[in-house]
């Protein structure tokens, strides 16, 4: 009923930026909030950042500053803004929405993930 496809992840020097985007689509009937997480080889999934209907955000201690998650409500759409790469945020990134589908059921949904990797 629900999907939500990443794109924009690819390969970038050291200090280069990335923009992620994440697109949900199906039968939503509201979006509580949106996020990006990511999982690098060996490691749990972690918290990158997220941000909620009324447009607060949260960042993990290693993005903030760097990194800026925004939403299009209008397209079901969230994004993130990377700068400063570092080659430790070499990961997959993966979208996540927390939202009531369209028979008002509420759940939590991700992405696919985009493979982000940052060259020293």
């Known amino acids: 009923q629900v999907q939500l496809v990443e794109s924009g992840g690819g390969l970038v020097q050291a200090g280069g930026s990335l923009r992620l985007s994440c697109a949900a689509s199906g039968s939503i009937f509201s979006i509580n909030a949106m996020g990006w997480y990511r999982q690098a080889p060996g490691k749990q999934r972690e918290l990158v950042a997220t941000?909620?209907?009324?447009?607060?955000?949260n960042y993990a201690d290693s993005a903030k500053g760097r990194f800026t998650i925004s939403r299009d409500n209008a397209k079901n759409t969230v994004y993130l803004q990377m700068s400063s790469l570092k080659p430790e945020d070499t990961a997959v990134y993966y979208c996540?929405?927390?939202?009531?589908?369209?028979?008002?059921?509420?759940?939590?949904?991700w992405g696919q993930g985009t493979q982000v990797t940052v060259s020293s």
């Open positions: 941000i909620n209907s009324g447009g607060s955000t």
């Open positions: 996540n929405a927390d939202l009531r589908d369209g028979a008002l059921r509420r759940g939590s949904y």
